[in-house]
């Protein structure tokens, strides 16, 4: 369907692959519409059952393309920059509204923009040794995407706090007992796993099946545009200051930062 993007089917069930993976699945906004558009491509889908997302080589994704994150002095106007900021929440509204379970495979890292996509799936398998976080505070950015409410109702206020404020990445083993990880397996076994935990769901009534996703997710969610409304306005200021070009810095020198708060 893309160059990002690989789709099979198996039976009821269709896997999509990030396949990109000789950057690690980094996230440009062209994979983020890419899968956007996977995502709508389910909606006429009678077929499809259920829908398995995991990622090609070694790790899961290492989030956002430092390429497209900048940090230098030639930037566009702050309106396309704002424009532009609305597209992860965009792409996890289309990742929740999949009328189908979908069941996303983990193995090795995923950080940022990758744990928001796996928290938009319904349930996530890890392989034992992968490690899952969100890296945004390390670069003087707030966790956006509207993916915060998402990480609170699976773990609570207090573990979300350690998870998004801390940028550390933790081990599945951990996640599984948090809420953030359905299960943890070995990697040889994960995509086996991943796929039967989507047969299991393909075989049950649609419809009743459908009808209950949705009606829990917009329970669970009946607040968030409300409160995150302002999340890319929280971003916007903070890939302006001077913090954010420090820790754009010191991630690719792989030094620690020396934030001022300026």
């Known amino acids: 369907m893309s160059e990002y993007f690989k789709l099979e089917r198996r039976g009821r069930v269709t896997i999509v692959t990030m396949d990109r993976a000789e950057r690690h699945n980094a996230i440009n906004r062209a994979m983020m519409q890419a899968l956007i558009e996977v995502a709508h491509s389910f909606e006429d889908d009678e077929d499809t059952r259920a829908v398995v997302l995991r ?3 070694e790790n899961f994704s290492f989030g956002a393309d430092l390429d497209e994150m900048g940090g230098g002095e030639s930037r566009p106007s ?3 920059i704002r424009r532009q900021a609305e597209l992860g929440a965009k792409l996890m509204r289309s990742l929740r509204d999949i009328h189908q379970p979908t069941i996303c495979a983990v ?3 995923s950080t940022g923009g990758a744990t ?3 928290t938009a799936c319904d349930f996530r398998i890890a392989s034992r040794e992968a490690r899952m976080g969100y890296g945004e505070v390390k670069l003087g950015m707030n966790l956006m995407w509207h993916a915060l409410p998402t990480c609170v109702q699976l773990v609570g206020p207090s573990r979300a706090k350690q998870l998004i404020m801390s940028g550390r990445l933790l081990p599945a083993e951990t996640l599984v007992d948090w809420g953030l990880v359905d299960e ?3 990697r040889e076994a994960l995509n086996a796993r991943a796929l039967k935990w989507a047969e ?9 099946v459908q009808m209950i996703k949705r009606s829990i997710n917009r329970f669970a969610g009946a607040l968030d545009e409300a409160v995150m409304h302002a999340d ?3 971003w916007l200021i903070g890939v302006r200051s001077a913090d954010f070009r420090e820790g754009i810095r010191a991630l690719k020198e792989k030094q620690p930062g020396q934030f001022r708060g300026d």
């Open 55 to 57: 990622a090609a080589g």
């Open 78 to 80: 702050i309106i396309k």
């Open 107 to 109: 193995q090795g890292i």
């Open 116 to 118: 928001c996509i796996a």
């Open 184 to 186: 943890v397996c070995e």
């Open 200 to 208: 299991e769901y393909a075989a049950l009534p649609p419809i009743s």
């Open 232 to 234: 890319a306005d929280q």
